[in-house]
């Protein structure tokens, strides 16, 4: 049976853990640092735990919640000069229709977690920072370095653009109903613009998956059906024979803009 906190009852579907210590959200709170007239977005805002410290501190907020019964709620509890709702998915919100630049914060459900961030990624260039809490393997994975065994497709697709951050973990009694994991605090900066140049994004999300998809085969095999001709290995200057975790995000980014050049080994 799904907890009610607060008069509302957590759906499963959507989620739903309602962070509820003090401490913690005071922390997560000195930890993203909002100022007055910056323009902070949370997704998932649920009965405004972290809404109300962040509208006090910054005089506005921009949330975005899925459940109609807590936007209802969130609604009747602060004006509209407060906090601008929005009612829908973040994962198919146009994050370009908010004013540049955003400081992005919330307390991501675990099940959808990997797709919002690639969604937000997308939108890298309109973004100052981003404040989330995650499952605590989810952050390791994000800041994972090469050659650990965290480090995977999340952490170079989300490496290429921004520095990743653990800051502090959350125990699972923050939060009602109690989770079976630990989470995690993780800071997102953007990188500086040209930090990592890519001739074909598309092209390096599919050499990137086709590397790690069976991670323990070597480039060589890994990647066939995409470089077939083994001279473009050379031409990056990788070795074949290493595996996709051994690779830097530069590594890839040399590899991938190397197939874009030549049309004909991606085919």
Same mark, same amino acid.
């Given at each position: 049976?799904?907890?009610?906190?607060?008069?509302?009852?957590? *759906?499963?579907?959507?989620?739903?853990?309602?962070?509820?210590?003090?401490?913690?959200? *005071?922390?997560?709170?000195?930890?993203?640092?909002?100022?007055?007239?910056?323009?902070?977005?949370?997704?998932?805002?649920?009965?405004?735990?972290?809404?109300?410290?962040?509208?006090?501190?910054?005089?506005?907020?921009?949330?975005?919640?899925?459940?109609?019964? &807590?936007?209802?709620?969130?609604?009747?509890?602060?004006?509209?000069?407060?906090?601008?709702?929005?009612?829908?998915?973040?994962?198919?919100?146009?994050?370009?229709? @908010?004013?540049?630049?955003? /400081?992005? +914060?919330?307390?991501?459900?675990?099940?959808?977690?990997?797709?919002?961030?690639?969604? =937000?990624?997308?939108?890298?260039?309109?973004?100052?920072?981003?404040?989330?809490?995650?499952?605590?393997?989810?952050?390791?994975?994000?800041?994972?370095?090469?050659?650990?065994?965290?480090?995977?497709?999340?952490?170079?697709? &989300?490496?290429?653009?921004?520095? +990743?951050?653990?800051?502090?973990? +959350?125990?699972?009694?923050?939060?009602?109903?109690?989770?079976?994991?630990?989470?995690?605090?993780?800071?997102?900066?953007?990188?500086?613009?040209?930090?990592?140049?890519?001739?074909?994004?598309?092209?390096?999300?599919?050499?990137?998956?086709?590397?790690?998809?069976?991670?323990?085969?070597?480039?060589?095999?890994? &990647?066939?059906? @995409? =470089?077939?001709?083994?001279?473009?290995?050379? /031409?990056?200057?990788?070795?074949?024979?290493?595996?996709?975790?051994? @690779?830097?995000?530069?590594?890839?980014?040399? =590899?991938?803009?190397?197939?874009?050049?030549?049309?004909?080994?991606?085919?």
């Amino acid at each position: 049976m799904s907890a009610e906190v607060q008069g509302h009852r957590a *759906r499963k579907r959507f989620g739903q853990n309602f962070l509820r210590d003090p401490n913690i959200i *005071r922390r997560i709170v000195a930890a993203i640092d909002p100022k007055p007239g910056e323009h902070l977005v949370e997704i998932g805002p649920g009965l405004g735990a972290l809404t109300e410290p962040l509208i006090n501190a910054a005089g506005h907020l921009t949330a975005i919640e899925l459940d109609r019964d &807590l936007a209802a709620r969130l609604r009747e509890r602060f004006p509209e000069e407060r906090l601008r709702l929005i009612e829908g998915d973040a994962l198919r919100f146009d994050f370009a229709t @908010l004013p540049a630049p955003l /400081r992005v +914060v919330g307390n991501l459900p675990y099940n959808v977690s990997t797709p919002l961030l690639f969604h =937000l990624a997308v939108y890298a260039d309109r973004i100052k920072d981003m404040t989330f809490m995650l499952q605590k393997e989810v952050v390791e994975r994000m800041a994972a370095e090469p050659g650990s065994a965290a480090y995977g497709r999340l952490s170079v697709m &989300l490496q290429l653009r921004f520095a +990743v951050r653990k800051c502090f973990d +959350v125990p699972p009694g923050a939060f009602v109903p109690v989770p079976k994991v630990t989470s995690s605090i993780v800071r997102l900066t953007p990188l500086p613009e040209g930090t990592h140049v890519l001739e074909d994004p598309e092209g390096f999300s599919r050499l990137v998956a086709a590397a790690f998809n069976q991670r323990r085969k070597t480039l060589r095999n890994a &990647l066939k059906a @995409l =470089l077939p001709e083994q001279n473009l290995f050379a /031409r990056a200057e990788i070795d074949p024979n290493a595996r996709a975790e051994t @690779l830097a995000v530069e590594d890839f980014v040399r =590899l991938a803009n190397v197939l874009a050049r030549t049309p004909a080994a991606g085919q």
